[in-house]
């Protein structure tokens, strides 16, 4: 799956939103996420753990002018690929809306 959306502002604003996005996220499902690990090389966040029992692990790296999310989908996941990368692109436009 990948995924690309413009960030309209800085890479360390566009990391800010991204590390604080993260966070929220974590506080609201983290009890259904297993094994989660993440780590900032650079400009670009390696991630991977488990997701209702899934394998779920990608990268989201953060360009001049772009954030572009790649994550590897499990093969139970692949039919509902479609609707994965659309709500992954919704939640990305809108942190990104009112850089």
Do not use: C, N, Y
């Amino acid at each position: 799956m990948h995924v690309t959306v413009d960030h309209k502002t800085t890479r360390q604003a566009a990391r800010s939103k991204i590390e604080l996005r993260l966070s929220h996220l974590l506080g609201q499902f983290g009890a259904k996420v297993d094994e989660l690990e993440h780590e900032w090389i650079g400009d670009t966040l390696h991630f991977k753990g488990k997701a209702r029992g899934m394998k779920v692990e990608g990268t989201v790296e953060v360009t001049e002018s772009e954030v572009v999310i790649d994550g590897k989908l499990p093969l139970i996941a692949m039919p509902f690929e479609s609707k994965i990368k659309q709500a992954v692109k919704q939640e990305a436009d809108a942190m990104f809306r009112t850089a």
